[in-house]
């Protein structure tokens, strides 16, 4: 699976988003990705090819190879060696099934770098990178509570892991920060990218009422059928108000272009160092796309005021009191939870219809 999971890291360091250009005699860069789906999904993968090509443009970068649709697991570590062996130095493994492989292959090949997305694990050779999503999805709850005529919103969910979890809880969190009355619908698909099992699901969230959605997955299917039935909805991973013109909202966005640019510069000039980076809404990693037209402009305003909040470290989605479906103190008032707590999270909040399947 891609993302955190029930394991949280150690550290997180937020990076200066400035990226000098390299000077005469420092490292060249060849880089390698893996990615899980195919470039074309619309959503995830593509948002990663989208930060390779703007990291390319650096003059001291080569062009890069990217794998695409790489299985989860032990067989990545075959698809990571060939990379190394084909003379990258720099690689970049976008999915949290990759983890364990990449720090296999990093133990025999020291002298290269090795990104991985969403994990937890390091060594001397290998970081760890992933954004504050939570950020802008409970901005995009606060326009699906104010959206809704009927107070139900349906969530079509991927995986019940940590990640998945924690932007259910702030995408309802914001819905509940306007509207106290609506509640979120979960629904579980098991997938990443799986269009039609994830169309099934938006429309069986259509059936009992939902007239907004959200979605976690890569494909554009749950915008498909808000489109279909005349719903609204919520996207993920880009912006995909193409596939859905007229039910579309907007969406928590990726923009990996400026992290990958910072990472290849420092590779090259000589100061990259293991970390675990957490970027947030500040450096703009994470966004929320441009609103439709059809949100009000009062919402659109609204939308706007908690932005620069958020970017300016004085709202954060989970301040307490946070309570969880049975009632119980999970952030207590006047506190905010750790990333340890974040990245571990493992319960819905007050507001969240549905289970967390064991």
Known sequence: MKRFTLLALATLTLLPLAVTTAAAGDKTIKPGFIYVGPVGDAGWTYAHDQGRKEMEELPFVE??????????????????????????????????????????VARRYEDVVFMHCSGYKTAENVGTYFGRMYEPRYLSGIVAGEMTKDNVIGYVAAFPIPEVIRGINAFTLGVRSVNPEAEVRVVWTQTWFDPGIERDAADSLLDVGADVLAMHQDAPATLQAAEARGAYVIGYNTDMRAFAPNAFLTAPVWNWGPLYSQIATEVSNGTWESQSIWWGMEHELVQLAPLSDRVPADVQALVAEKTAAVKAGKLHPFAGPVLDQDGKVQVAAGSVPTDEQLLGMNYFVQGVRGTIPK
């Open 63 to 104: 062009p890069s190879t990217y794998i695409e649709s790489v299985p989860e697991g032990a067989e990545s570590a075959r698809v990571i060696t060939g990379l190394v062996r084909k003379g990258h130095n720099l690689i970049f493994t976008t999915s949290f099934g990759y983890m364990d492989a990449t720090l296999n």
